[in-house]
């Protein structure tokens, strides 16, 4: 389970990337900067050969697949070496097939009928989507002062600049979002100011008691 990482280091970085090997780099320069673990989202042909490079060319970074749809997406995404499921929305044949495999999964909810969904189905930590349009840190206080057992991972929004805030919550496990990972910088080959941009927000983190 990846609760105890995401406690030591509270930010999960989104990685997109058509070539195995940007992924690949990308993913290096994260863990360089101090972050271990990284979903790969589920938006390009490639996204699937990126995760399975990771999984197999850098087993010390924890790689899990993000914009998980369908269930038979969760099912390859695992078979390529994804160990967690980030989903936008609440899918129950998601929920269900990772639960039976003993895999964390955090489905994206917003409002108190998703949360009470998610709490119905067991699940302990979820995804809070999209995080800045969705009413933000406010939000997620007025949720968690209900849902006391619920941990929240906010993403959509997050970034540099409110990335503390979010943190400061004690229901929020980690905050998750692209802009560790601007596509600028990785297409230019700038893999220095992923680094960077990782290295500061394991400061805000820290800052923020993380
Ligand atoms: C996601 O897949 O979780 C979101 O696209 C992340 O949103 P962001 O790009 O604002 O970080």
Redesign the pocket.
């Known amino acids: 389970m990846i609760a105890e990482l995401l406690r030591k280091t509270p930010v999960v970085p ?1 990685v997109q990337a058509d070539e195995p090997q940007v992924a690949l780099k990308t993913a290096m320069a994260l863990k360089e900067g101090g972050l271990a673990v990284v ?1 790969v ?1 589920l ?1 390009t042909d490639a996204a699937l050969d990126c995760l399975e490079t990771i999984a197999t060319e850098a087993p010390e970074i924890v790689v899990g697949a ?2 998980v749809l369908s269930l038979r997406q969760a099912e390859e995404a695992k078979r390529r070496g994804a160990r967690f499921i ?1 989903s ?1 929305g609440l899918n129950e044949e998601i929920v269900c097939f990772c639960q039976s495999n003993e895999m964390d999964v955090f489905p ?1 909810v917003v409002t108190a009928s998703e949360v009470q969904r998610a709490f119905n189905l067991e699940l302990r930590t979820v ?1 809070f ?4 349009l969705s009413g933000g840190a406010p939000m997620l206080k007025a949720l968690s002062s209900v849902f006391r057992e619920m941990q929240f991972m906010p ?5 540099a600049g409110n990335l503390k805030e979010y943190l400061s919550l004690s229901s929020v496990i980690a905050c ?4 560790l990972t601007p596509s600028k910088e990785i297409e230019a080959g700038n893999f220095e100011a992923v680094t960077q941009l990782a290295r500061e927000a394991v400061e805000i983190a820290r800052s923020a008691g993380g």
């Not at 989507?129 to 800045?132: E, K, M």
């Not at 993403?155 to 970034?159: F, L, N, Q, R």
């Not at 998750?176 to 802009?179: A, F, P």
Request: aromatic fraction near 8%; hydrophobic fraction near 30%.
């Open positions: 989104l979903e989202v938006r993000g914009t980030v936008p994206g995804k989507f999209p995080a800045g993403t959509g929004g997050v970034s998750g979002g692209s802009w």
